[in-house]
């Protein structure tokens, strides 16, 4: 158990529909990154949050959009929603200790399997 | 631009047999290199990670991996596979400078046979 907890476990919905997952990040951990998994496209990164500040973005579409709370969990939302956004939605935290991020090492949830029917 | 190769869909190896998942970069000035695991259901679970120091990098269940950097590699390998051990195996990079996102490779599987 990474401690990293993501709601719902399962989504399914119907194309044109809203939805939003939820994670919560590691006690302590500061940096939420959220991650789509797909048969065809690998793992992806989509977007960083840092202490409730976007931090890096990848390749997120315009119809999905992020935050981070103050109390440091992230919420990922997905509109307009169409087939192809069928996947694994996986969040992942860090500390970012010592202030180098690019050595942290990444915890992830157990994922979201969104399917659009 | 940070890039991952993982050249083998699949891996099978006969169970007490030693297992080798490769994994070649490309990443501009030096790499912070991380092996990751998946099994079925789940999400990735860390195995290793390189920073700098020691080559050979030791890491969680008996997994090491080996950095070279005139090859650009950093195969993944254990002395002897368990069938326990047949999941998803993802290496990643990202550029030791700035908050630059985790690169992954696409993964491979690994399937230990009894």
């Known amino acids: 158990d990474s401690g990293v907890t993501q709601t719902p476990k399962h989504l399914i919905t119907a194309t044109g529909q809203r939805v939003t997952l939820r994670c919560s990040p590691r006690?302590?951990?500061?940096?939420v990154y959220w991650y789509q998994q797909s048969l065809d496209q690998g793992l992806q990164f989509l977007i960083q949050y840092y202490n409730g500040e976007e931090r890096a973005k990848g390749n997120i579409l315009e119809r999905f959009s992020a935050q981070q709370f103050p109390d440091l969990h992230s919420e990922l939302n997905l509109s307009s929603l169409e087939l192809g956004d069928s996947a694994l939605y996986f969040c992942?935290?860090?500390?970012?200790?010592?202030?180098?991020?690019?050595?942290?090492?990444?915890?992830f949830g157990p994922g979201t399997r969104l399917t659009v029917l | 631009a940070q890039s991952v190769a993982q050249p083998e869909d699949q891996v099978n190896v006969a169970e007490g047999n030693p297992l080798t998942v490769k994994c070649t970069y490309s990443v501009s000035g030096n790499p912070y290199l991380f092996w990751y695991v998946q099994y079925p259901n789940r999400g990735l679970q860390f195995l290793l990670k390189?920073?700098?120091?020691?080559?050979l990098v030791k890491g969680s269940y008996g997994f090491e991996a080996e950095f070279n950097k005139s090859q650009t590699s950093f195969h993944l390998k254990k002395p002897s596979a368990l069938v326990s051990d047949s999941a998803l195996y993802f290496c990643?990079?990202?550029?030791?400078?700035?908050?630059?996102?985790?690169?992954f490779g696409k993964g491979t599987r690994l399937s230990v046979i009894a």
């Open positions: 992942a935290s860090s500390p970012l200790a010592g202030g180098q991020p690019s050595t942290d090492t990444q915890y």
């Open positions: 390189y920073i700098t120091g020691d080559n």
């Open positions: 006690s302590g951990d500061l940096s």
């Open positions: 990643a990079v990202r550029r030791n400078s700035g908050n630059t996102p985790l690169v």
